[in-house]
């Protein structure tokens, strides 16, 4: 990847990030607005403040200095509160629309997306991923090689290289990435014939397949994505696709948590080998997360040099993603002032504006913790 691509690809990373945060803010200033509650301020990106773009009904409309979200104010923002217009002063339901209503926002966000992407070409990323098969037409990539071959490998010594789209073996079609692996192996030690199309040239190569299966008899892997196309399907597919996706992110966070748990508690065994295992959970939890750092500088830049279909399917998951996130039980997201607004409604306490600053500071505490360890680990997965 040259310079200028990471560079483009960290600046359209931070505008869809900006645009899905401030789609998610705009769902609770709608939500508070209509009842009744005023908003402030509505800002995009976060202060220090750049400049004053208008009012609109009353709300102070601003441009921020940092491009990462946006934000919502409202009119004291806190449970007790009680003056005419406050969030305070809402009622119970009120506030479970108000703080839910970004979440709402995420997730029709995605389905938007995904419905577009129907239409134009949704990616397959999972065997049982839903469609409607009486209408849906399924486009294959060509076969690519998927990584840069060894120079002491038999595809290396001849000189092909990552990207290069594999078409025809002594004269057999590829349009398959499963074909590539069972003739070379049936065809083992053997000298065949490789034909494939770089930067729109075909070229044909004689390679000799190595003896043994150790490291590949052609020594590639090769990759195929597979899209499918939907008509009048399509919103079926992006509100189904939305609702799978969803499900295996919360299973993907599950797992995440019972590795990452397991592999603390694991750590502290006096057994050597509950220590390794412990170690290997813990590092495939790191595995699995990206923070700012490999979402600006790695994920995003490689969507876009993929095209537009991969940059909405991520900017979808994304969405998903925060609209997810935000659900958590955890003091200072949505999900946890929900829930501790519920408990002091139920145990019939007021809940003091102090008690709750102290509570949500404490969540995001730990939330900024935790962006920070992940954004180290990002850094040692770049180094």
């Known amino acids: 990847m040259e310079w200028w691509q990471l560079v483009v690809g960290i600046v359209v990373g931070l505008l869809l990030l900006m645009i899905i945060v401030t789609i998610h ?5 709608l939500m508070a607005r209509r009842n009744k509650v005023v908003v402030e301020e509505f800002g995009l990106g976060f ?16 441009l921020n200095w940092l491009p990462i979200g946006g934000f919502c104010k409202l009119k004291d923002e806190f449970d007790s509160a009680d003056s005419k217009g406050s969030y305070g002063s809402a009622g119970f339901w009120a506030k479970t629309q108000i703080l839910l209503a970004g979440v709402t926002a995420n997730a029709l966000l995605a389905v938007v ?23 849906t037409a399924i ?9 840069m071959p060894d120079p002491d490998s ?3 010594k001849v000189g092909l290289q990552q990207g290069d789209e594999i078409t025809a073996i002594d ?37 000799e397949l190595r003896d043994g299966s150790n490291g590949g008899y052609l020594g590639v892997s090769v990759g195929q994505s597979e899209t499918f196309r939907a008509t009048w399907s399509a919103p079926i597919v992006g509100v189904v696709n939305t609702g799978q996706f969803m499900w295996w992110t919360l299973q993907s966070l599950g797992n995440l948590a019972v590795n990452f748990v397991g592999g603390l508690a694991g750590t502290l065994s006096f057994d050597s080998a509950t220590r390794e295992n412990a170690q290997a959970s813990l590092s495939k939890a790191g595995d ?3 923070g700012p750092v490999g979402i600006l500088g790695v994920i995003f830049p490689n969507a876009m040099m993929s095209g537009l279909t991969q940059l909405m399917f991520i900017s979808g998951i994304i969405s998903l993603t925060l609209a997810i996130m935000n659900l958590l039980p955890i003091p200072g997201l949505d999900g946890g002032r929900w829930l501790l607004t ?22 995001m505490l730990f939330l900024y913790a935790l962006i920070l360890l992940i954004t180290v680990v990002d850094v040692a997965k770049l180094w």
């Open 171 to 207: 004269g057999q079609i590829i349009d398959d990435s499963t074909l590539l692996p069972k003739i070379t192996e049936q065809k083992k030690g053997e000298v065949v014939n490789i034909e494939y199309r770089r930067g729109g040239q075909v070229v044909s190569q004689d390679v």
């Open 154 to 156: 038999p595809a290396g």
């Open 288 to 290: 699995s997360v990206s």
């Open 139 to 147: 486009i294959k990539s060509p076969v690519r090689i998927a990584n």
């Open 113 to 135: 997306i995904f419905t577009i992407l129907a239409l134009f070409g949704m990616p397959k990323m999972v065997e049982n991923q839903f469609t409607m098969p009486s209408d």
């Open 342 to 363: 519920a408990i002091f409604r139920l145990i019939k306490k007021p809940l003091t504006e102090d008690l709750e600053a102290k509570i949500n500071g404490f969540g």
């Open 25 to 29: 803010e705009l769902g609770h200033a």
């Open 47 to 62: 202060p220090p403040r750049a400049r004053v773009l208008g009012k609109y009904k009353g709300t102070l409309v601003t």
